[in-house]
């Protein structure tokens, strides 16, 4: 295999696929030696900083996680012998996680709670129209057809009408749909 063939076989990721596109936008107003200037080692191809805080946070959590549960298990004679003389009761081990769970819970019902009272009752107007309701265009009347018509009509119009812009449906048609006009 010559050398050549190899030069040519070269794979570049995406990610410095998109670097060399950014690097390669047109700067009009400066001369080229500014317009690209030179890179060296780390800066050409660093990680970015949300990789980093990520990386070192993961690291930070993991560490904090072992010393509480090594600080919950290990006997106090175990840590004394150490030299660690300086920690909390171990009544603390249980206590955070308890309140820590149920603060979780009580915020969870405290969330439910405020949407219940947020939404209005069912027998309030707002529930079928208020001022954000979009009538759909063209649904005047509605007409009363049976389910085979309706079925046929909408395989035959389907390839043929656009999709309809978003709208609301009316409280009388779905009346109409669930009970009929009886």
């Not at 012998?81 to 603390?92: D, E």
């Not at 057809?145 to 812009?165: F, L, N, S």
């Amino acid at each position: 295999m010559d050398p050549s063939a190899s030069a040519s076989l070269v794979v570049r990721s995406p990610r410095q696929t998109v670097s060399l596109l950014r690097s390669r936008r047109p700067q009009f107003g400066r001369p080229e030696r500014e317009r690209n200037p030179p890179r060296r080692g780390r800066e050409a191809s660093g990680p970015k900083p949300s990789e980093v805080y990520g990386f070192v946070g993961s690291i930070t959590v993991v560490t904090a996680t072992a010393v509480y549960l090594a600080w919950a298990y290990a006997p106090e004679p175990a840590l004394r012998s150490l030299g660690i003389t300086y920690y909390p009761t171990k009544y603390w081990a249980l206590a955070v996680p308890s309140l820590a769970m149920v603060a979780l819970a009580l915020s969870l019902l405290a969330y439910l709670g405020s949407n219940f009272v947020a939404t209005p009752p069912p027998t309030s107007f707002s529930t079928i129209f208020d001022e954000y309701s979009r009538e759909r265009p063209g649904a005047a009347a509605a007409v009363h057809v049976d389910a085979a018509t309706a079925q046929g009509d909408e395989e035959e119009e389907e390839a043929e009408r656009p999709i309809e812009p978003i709208s609301d449906i009316s409280i009388h048609h779905i009346n109409n749909l669930m009970f009929g006009d009886h």
